[in-house]
């Protein structure tokens, strides 16, 4: 198959993403590890999934869920131990699996060895121009150096202060506090980042997923943000901190490292740009292999939206020679089951609808056809941990058990991501629905976050060999998806449909129909279908469901 071919894997691949602290517990301590994870290997595989992408396992004080990386050499104790992760590996390897490791380039935890001694040595010294330290503004320099905002809320400068409590200087983190910005102009932080992707790479990884790329390089003059004045294409660099030209130099090094291995390694980038062309930039033949779609994941289910971001998408990709991807969920927006099924099906970061009303049966047989539509698109594919269980997201968690930093920032006006990274359910009829059953049952401890009540149906064991649940339909779209040489990477030809239809082929002998328009429709494409996410209904396709037709 494509997706495992040494050369080019990643453009055909499908990516299991795995949020550690959420997908299987082996200890019995409540927090899921590698341990539960190396347990579920065989379930990964089976659910015939290419590749496997790591959130952060990194030695972590988990101020953003292992965003805040103070050892990228160590694994985090809460996960496990280095070598334990170095068998992983090799176990995921034997079954097929290639491993994806995040790395968080933007930013370093407070914890790190060189942020401690940045605040040691104080200001002007060596340490401090590994980040962005600056004096305030204001007659005693009570004020920020600027007036940039922090991504997760509030300001984006923390003071410091000495060890007898008198105000210092202040330092940059475009996330929480604990997560000081490094200085990409410093050539030990190059040089450290260089030295982490030999690490893994030398110990087995396949690839690395590059955590908000389009943020390291930052404009020396810390100038105020202008929001009337934002970066185009035609403005390059104008953005006091996203996506600077400068950045691709570091990308192009990361790129000749990656093809230096005999079987080379991967580059993904989390970008999150509106312009097309500079997003494209980041994939150019010497830079990265792929980065995530965001404008597919965000697209509301409507057949003109959907049909326009994968044509875009498509031809964004198409002059630089990269695969697309389709991403339908992940670890920082709601799960798509809830998304689908709300009056406004679209999403984006300023507008996330949490607590909105939802259809929780429509959403489910939105994504039911989602799935088959993304797994039939050209390039590779992403599904984040319980998606392929139909799990849907948990919006009603009480304000004691909320982690995530958007929620402390904003005092609670953004509900966070917690929602999407409760615990997923393995098996039994109460919590903690064999989360931890591999080390103590369900006697372990409670899970970190709770999970629903309802989740009982929705179980690893509840659905296998039911032919009509979420879990089956994943798995057979996915051993048909690998068994078919029409699929993964290649062209698209769209077909004639009705209006509200999708139809589109793939080869000569593949076609893949949604009906996204309300009413049921005859299929536009002649055939046989081999793969429906609904039953059809005196043959006819119906509403919000999507067959793989065999012309």
């Known amino acids: 198959m494509r997706s495992h071919d040494s050369v080019g894997w990643w453009r055909s691949a499908v990516i299991y993403q795995i949020y550690p602290r959420s997908f299987a517990d082996g200890n019995g301590d409540g927090i899921g590890d590698l341990a539960g994870v190396r347990a579920r290997l065989k379930y990964l595989a089976e659910l015939g999934v290419d590749a496997l992408w790591f959130n952060p396992w990194y030695a972590s004080p988990q101020a953003d869920a292992g965003y805040d990386v103070a050892d990228y050499r160590a694994i985090d104790p809460v996960f496990g131990t280095?070598?334990?992760?170095?068998?992983?590996?090799?176990?995921?390897?034997?079954?097929?699996?290639?491993?994806?490791?995040?790395?968080?380039?933007?930013?370093?935890?407070?914890?790190h060895v060189w942020f401690r001694q940045a605040l040691a040595q104080g200001p002007g010294s060596a340490a401090?121009?590994?980040?962005?330290?600056?004096?305030g503004r204001g007659a005693h320099g009570e004020l920020p150096p600027n007036d940039w905002q922090s991504i997760f809320g509030g300001p984006a400068w923390t003071r410091t202060a000495g060890p007898d409590g008198t105000p210092g200087e202040w330092y940059l983190h475009l996330f929480a506090a604990e997560q000081p910005d490094l200085n990409w102009e410093n050539p030990r932080v190059r040089a450290e980042f260089e030295d982490v992707l030999r690490f893994w790479f030398d110990r087995g990884a396949d690839g690395v997923r590059i955590d908000s790329a389009a943020l390291l390089t930052k404009d020396r003059a810390l100038a105020d943000f202008d929001p009337a004045d934002p970066p185009t294409a035609d403005s390059p660099g104008q953005h006091p901190y996203s996506d600077r030209d400068d950045v691709h130099e570091i990308y192009r090094t990361w790129r000749a490292i990656a093809d230096s291995y005999p079987d080379p390694r991967a580059l993904i980038g989390e970008v999150w740009l509106p312009d097309a062309q500079?997003?494209?930039?980041?994939?150019?033949?010497?830079?990265?292999?792929?980065?995530?779609?965001?404008?597919?994941?965000?697209?509301?289910?409507?057949?003109?939206?959907?049909?326009?971001?994968?044509?875009?998408?498509?031809?964004?990709?198409?002059p630089v020679g990269a695969p697309a991807t389709w991403v339908l969920s992940n670890h920082?927006?709601?799960?798509?089951?809830t998304r689908y099924g709300r009056a406004d099906t679209s999403f984006n970061l300023e507008y996330r609808q949490l607590g909105a009303p939802t259809d929780l049966a429509l959403g489910t047989r939105r994504a039911r056809a989602a799935i088959l539509l993304a797994?039939?698109?050209?390039g590779s594919a992403y599904v984040y941990q319980g998606e392929e269980l139909g799990l849907e997201e948990v919006e009603d968690l009480p304000d004691a058990v909320r982690q995530d930093p958007?929620?402390?920032?904003?005092?609670?006006?953004n509900l966070g991501r917690d929602g999407c990274r409760v615990p997923i359910p393995w098996s039994g009829r109460t919590q903690p629905f064999g989360f931890s059953a591999e080390a103590a049952g369900d006697s372990g401890a409670e899970p970190w976050l709770p999970q629903p009540e309802a989740w009982k149906t929705l179980t690893v064991e509840t659905q296998t060999g039911d032919p009509g649940s979420m879990l089956e339909l994943y798995r057979a779209a996915l051993a048909f998806r690998r068994a078919s040489s029409a699929l993964g990477d290649g062209g698209i030809e769209w077909l004639p449909a009705p209006d509200g239809v999708l139809a589109l082929g793939r080869g000569s002998s593949f076609a893949c129909v949604v009906n996204v328009s309300g009413e049921p429709v005859a299929l536009p494409a002649e055939g046989t279908v081999v793969l429906c996410s609904g039953e059809l209904e005196s043959g006819l396709l119906p509403a919000d469901t999507a067959a793989w037709v065999l012309r």
């Not at 797994?375 to 050209?378: H, K, N, R, V």
């Not at 958007?406 to 006006?413: D, K, L, P, V």
Request: glycine share 4%.
């Open 406 to 413: 958007m929620f402390f920032r904003t005092a609670g006006a």
């Open 375 to 378: 797994l039939a698109l050209p």
């Open 278 to 318: 500079r997003f494209a930039n980041y994939l150019r033949p010497d830079e990265l292999h792929t980065a995530f779609n965001f404008a597919f994941l965000g697209c509301a289910w409507q057949a003109g939206a959907l049909r326009a971001v994968i044509d875009e998408t498509l031809a964004v990709h198409a």
């Open 82 to 111: 280095l070598a334990e992760a170095e068998e992983l590996i090799v176990e995921a390897h034997a079954l097929g699996l290639r491993i994806i490791v995040d790395v968080v380039p933007n930013h370093s935890s407070d914890q």
């Open 332 to 337: 920082d927006v709601p799960r798509h089951v």
């Open 128 to 135: 401090r121009d590994l980040f962005w330290f600056r004096p």
